[in-house]
């Protein structure tokens, strides 16, 4: 398959509204109704004469190789490297965004690289890559492009690994996790006041798509939630977040508590103290989940993988750089429990590297 211009890729999960003037994307919740011409709030979906385009299908806004555990994906083949990439825009509006620079892009000369699915999938292979990531911004609002690259990044023994706010429509959640390997999940908080204030968005869907991820996929999954001074650290969110989690995802779903540093529009708080993740942490941990990390920060106990059965250290971890690995056949090679998540017998060697690539 040749690359195809941004602007005729059609796209999917849309419907005429009974006027005849307008289009209604059933992609998101968000259901943007658009008449010809306009454009879709994530930016890069389209009404072109009535039909629903994809303006970002083919283009990116940069590939590079990174640690796996920059995902975060600490139970998903640790040490290995991912080759990443996003387009441009967004479905959610967080003020606080941290890849604000592509998510709110709206200029296609943001989009300044081009591969197809089929070429990233063999520069993955080229690269010793063990997957690719959808990642940067979210791959949701790209569907169509990252559903063909994961088919072919499987057609060459490549995984795909998504980074999504799961803010998705339960049709287009079906077809689109059914092709991924693994998934990260960011669960911006836990009150519907902060996601409707700071983020445009609703909590709901989020938790719905958590719980279809744990209870009709097989999908590996991790969870991540970005502590903001004021805003989302309280003692009782915290709370009531950890206690959600064990009751409808179980306890072996890892869960990363990481730092927020000041950007986009909310400039004007501080950066997270490490002692607010740590309490996190340590409360997550008192309720029964079993693998807590904290994130943004140097602390290597908790960024370390310590096993679940005896407490012994598996993956011992100084930022994405590994060290100690006690994991064999997928289990503690002190007591022999098996650990959540999949393993390799001998990690990765990637470390904390960074490298773009140019893929044309």
Known sequence: MGLVAPSEHPARWWHTIEDGRRI???????????????????????????QMVLTSYGRSTGFCVDPIEKKPLNHFLPGTSVLSFGTAGCNLGCRFCQNWSISKARKVEALADEATPEEIAREAVASRCASVAFTYNDPVIFAEYAIDTAHACHELGVKAVAVTAGYIQPKAREEFYAVLDAANVDLKAFTQQFYKKLCFADLAPVLDTLIYLKEETSVWFEVTTLLIPGQNDSEEEIAQLCEWFVEHLGDEVPLHFTAFHPDFKMTEIGRTPATTLTRARNRALSVGIKHVYTGNVHDEAGQSTYCAGCGGLLIQRDWYQLGTYNIKGGACTHCGRVVAGHFLDEPGNWGRKRRPLFIR
Do not use: I, S, W
């Open 24 to 50: 209604q994307c059933d992609l998101c919740p968000r259901e943007c109704k658009v008449k010809d011409g306009q454009r879709a709030f994530c930016f890069v979906r389209k009404n072109e004469g009535g």
